[in-house]
């Protein structure tokens, strides 16, 4: 063997040596733990609940009653955690101010709780709400909502609607929050996909 073949096979040995020790990374990279540990959605942002939240609401998903006035909303959309597997029977509870911008501090009016079905799909139908001034300070339209899975931690957040003439003067819309509303003849509609954290 010559000294040409000797080196042409030491040089072999080192690319096969990185090879092997490439597929043992990307082995690595691609092990099932790490998948699961690797979030693949984002969480979505919190905001505070407010002054005007009230446990207890009625589990329904129709906040259409008699009474309450203003261009139907429906709202619909999923809810996953943040590895993108859908939450199941997750509680979504959600009230909001009516189309004069008033909360019903007294009674249950455009409050209520309903669950996702095995897709983790929700469904609500509901009015547009309006904006309202709070002291000082004047909010952006907004849906208040908390979502909930059995075993993950609590969501508190709110949802605005965009071309709101509020959304730049109020301070704590958050842009991922802002509903790509589209008016339909029904009424106007938007989806959202809520992404929990996992337990
Ligand atoms: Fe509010």
Do not use: C
């Amino acid at each position: 063997m010559n000294l040409v073949k000797l080196a042409g096979m030491a040089e072999l040995n080192k690319i096969t040596r990185r090879s092997a020790l490439g597929a043992i990374a990307v082995t690595a990279l691609v092990a099932p733990g790490e998948l699961e540990a690797t979030p693949d959605e984002p969480e979505t942002e919190h905001e505070g609940d407010g002054p005007f939240y009230k446990p207890g609401a009625p589990e329904r998903n129709v906040f259409l009653e008699s009474g309450i006035a203003g261009t139907p909303f429906l709202l619909q959309g999923r809810v996953l955690d943040v590895t993108g597997k859908p939450v199941a029977n997750a509680l979504i509870d959600l009230w909001h101010a009516d189309s004069s911008g008033e909360y019903d501090n007294q009674g249950w009016k455009l409050r209520g709780r309903f669950r996702t079905d095995g897709s983790g799909g929700y469904t609500l139908k509901t009015i547009q709400p309006k904006w309202y001034k709070a002291g000082n300070i004047v909010r952006a339209a907004h849906f208040h909502v908390k979502v909930s899975g059995a075993t993950n931690p609590l969501l508190t957040t709110a949802l605005y609607f965009e071309g709101d003439p509020y959304l730049n003067k109020d301070g704590m819309v958050k842009k991922s929050l802002i509903l790509d509303v589209k008016e339909t003849k029904k009424g106007r509609t938007a989806d959202f996909t809520f992404v929990l954290r996992k337990a």
